[in-house]
Antibody, heavy 116, light 109 residues
């Protein structure tokens, strides 16, 4: 059974940093591109970033480019998202999802709140 | 704002047919994926590439794409279908990689 479990969310001040993790199991992690998708409170889904299975190619939404960094450790079956220079409008539930698009599995999400 | 345009809301009585559209005018003939999201839950894929149902999704869920507009059709709507529905661009070569529509709230009357 495929499982994705996010962690690392919390309350952070504007301008601060946070690292999110997504632990994967039930499939050959290194074979798949993985993505982060976020959802601000009461709003729709926003694709944030993706990374290819070998970790070589990364992709970002314009809204986070230069501030967020996606990475992965295939030996640990774990996906990461380093969030920096955080702003209030980065407040959201962050989901990890299998695939670059057409996500057949999602985690339950981790909440990031940016507030002073 | 969202480049993939969805109506904010659609309402339908139980047993009737719901149609939720996703305008893809700016992308030519591109296919989309569809997701269902219930309150407090992660999204669940209901259609891939316009019309392919993942395992476990009822046949009541189907899709089409005219080239400019993709449509998710839910027949014999049930109370449990009430949710937000999102389309997502499937074109991995687009500058709008992974882009979602704004979402449609399906209300079962």
């Amino acid at each position: 059974e495929v499982q994705l479990l996010e962690s690392g969310g919390g309350l952070v001040q504007p301008g601060g940093s946070l690292r999110l993790s997504c632990s994967a199991s039930g499939f050959t992690f290194s074979y798949y591109t993985m993505s982060w998708v976020r959802q601000a409170p009461g709003k729709g889904l926003e694709w944030v970033s993706a990374i290819t299975g070998n970790g070589i190619n990364t992709y970002y939404a314009d809204s986070v480019k230069g501030r967020f960094t996606i990475s992965r450790d295939n030996s640990k079956n774990t996906l990461y998202l380093q969030l920096s220079s955080l702003r209030a409008d980065d407040t959201a539930v962050y989901f990890c999802a299998k695939g670059v698009t057409g996500h057949d599995h999602w985690g339950q999400g981790t909440l990031v709140t940016v507030s002073s | 704002s969202y480049v993939l345009t969805q109506p904010p809301s659609v309402s339908v009585a139980p047993g009737q047919t719901a149609r939720i559209t996703c305008g893809v005018n700016n992308f030519g003939s591109k296919s989309v994926h569809w997701y269902q999201q219930k309150p407090g839950q992660a999204p669940v894929a209901v259609l891939f590439d316009d019309s392919d149902r993942p395992s476990g999704i009822p046949e009541r869920f189907s899709g089409s794409n005219s080239g400019n507009t993709a449509t998710l059709t839910i027949t014999r709507v049930e109370a449990g279908d009430e949710a937000d529905y999102y389309c997502q661009l499937s074109d991995i070569n687009s500058n709008h990689l992974g882009m979602f529509g704004g979402g449609t709230k399906l209300t079962v009357l």
